[in-house]
């Protein structure tokens, strides 16, 4: 992973980590996506009900994806949680790495026909679109999709190469269809009964739905499919996953987004 973010990290971020201590009441872990950071997570926040031993949780040197709970920017200090991360949170996150590992490997087939270095090439393209960007998949993903040009990200003599790397290595879904679920639950447990519900949506197609938190009970999924009545039905199909896994004291709320 050549990218690494500057500052802190935001509360309720969600973060790639590796665990590098295991004390008795606490783990430390680095943060992978800002380099030298490093953050606590308390043992209340490694697993629900009582813990006799860390280690039958996490083991040193294991990746592991956290939600950022605190952070006190006077100190330093980051304080993080492992039980809050939902199913469906983790599964993004991962596959966020693992987007972004492909980008780098399509840079790194260019940069060695080019006789250049691969973190030359990164930092070079990625000076332009992490402007524009969150990740160089996002931006190849776009160029796929015909929403954007190579050209306005990448110097000339590289277009052809990666081009046509970029066309072997990341296809485009024939159709897309996005919406917005809002979730409200006024009982007790409803946290959990929100996360359990979101959690089925995998259930119904687990390579082709994606499912991220916006903030405020609201969140964004994304059907694909190669025909249009396809994912429809996998819209359908899903919503009516998650509508059947709220109790009564949940408010439910789906919208399109064109």
Not at 48 to 62: A, M, Q, S, T, W
Request: proline share 2%; net charge positive; aromatic share 8%.
């Amino acid at each position: 992973m050549f990218r690494q973010k500057e500052g802190l990290p935001e509360e309720s971020d969600i973060v790639l980590c590796t665990v590098t201590k295991i004390h008795f009441h606490s783990v430390f872990a680095r943060l992978n996506e800002y380099g030298h950071l490093s953050g606590m997570i308390h043992i209340s926040e490694i697993s629900p009900g009582r813990i006799r031993n860390l280690n039958d949780y996490v083991k040193e040197g294991k990746v592991i994806v956290c939600k950022v709970l605190r952070v006190n920017e006077e100190r330093n200090q980051i304080d993080l949680s492992l039980r809050r991360v939902s199913e469906h949170q983790r599964r993004t996150k991962i596959d966020q790495i693992k987007q972004e590992n492909i980008a780098e490997k399509i840079l790194e087939f260019v940069a060695k026909k080019h006789k250049k270095e691969t973190r030359e090439l990164y930092d070079l393209i990625g000076k332009k679109v992490f402007d524009d960007y969150d990740s160089l998949y996002d931006m190849f993903e776009d160029y796929v999709a015909g929403e954007v040009k190579l050209e306005d990200y990448v110097p000339k003599s590289l277009l052809k190469d990666l081009d046509e790397i970029i066309r072997q290595r990341i296809k485009e879904p024939n159709v897309c269809i996005k919406g917005e679920i809002s979730i409200k639950s006024y009982a007790p447990e409803g946290i959990e009964n929100i996360k359990d519900a979101l959690n089925s949506a995998f259930k119904v197609d687990k390579e082709n739905i994606t499912v991220n938190y916006l903030g405020a009970g609201k969140h964004k999924i994304q059907i694909m499919s190669k025909e249009y009545p396809v994912a429809e039905k996998l819209l359908k199909k899903t919503i009516d996953s998650i509508k059947k896994k709220l109790d009564k004291k949940s408010e439910f709320d789906f919208k399109r987004i064109e």
